[in-house]
Nanobody
Framework: QEELVESGGGSVQAGGSLRLSCGVS????????MGWFRQAPGKEREGVAA???????TYADSVKGRFTISKDNDKKILSLQMNNLKPDDTAMYYC???WGYGWSCRRSPLTLSEYNYWGQGTQVTVSS
């Protein structure tokens, strides 16, 4: 059964760090792209970071230089290392994956509609 399960969220002060992890089960790991999206209260979901099956990474401008996405292919875990966190990073973070949609996500890796599998989300709260 295909499933994404996030962990690692929490509360931290501005300037701190958190590491999110996403365990992947089933065939999802064989897809073309995986990534992280987030949604803050009253705002739309936005793409934060993505990685394709060749290891190419893409980041939103707001997190470049602070966040790092990575994959452990042996353990089937997707991670997001978040450093120098800011209050604006407060949101529910979702692990996402493409499986069966094809390779178009490689052209638009931070586009919501490219992903058809979502985790349940993990909350990140950054206080000033």
């Amino acid at each position: 059964q295909e499933e994404l399960v996030e962990s690692g969220g929490g509360s931290v002060q501005a300037g701190g760090s958190l590491r999110l992890s996403c365990g992947v089960s089933g065939d999802i790991y064989r897809g073309y792209c995986m990534g992280w999206f987030r949604q803050a209260p009253g705002k739309e979901r936005e793409g934060v970071a993505a990685i394709d099956n060749d290891g190419r990474t893409t980041y939103a401008d707001s997190v470049k230089g602070r966040f790092t996405i990575s994959k452990d292919n042996d353990k089937k875990i997707l991670s997001l290392q978040m450093n120098n966190l800011k209050p604006d990073d407060t949101a529910m973070y979702y692990c996402v994956a493409e499986w069966g949609y094809g390779w178009s996500c490689r052209r638009s890796p931070l586009t919501l509609s490219e992903y058809n599998y979502w985790g349940q989300g993990t909350q990140v709260t950054v206080s000033s």
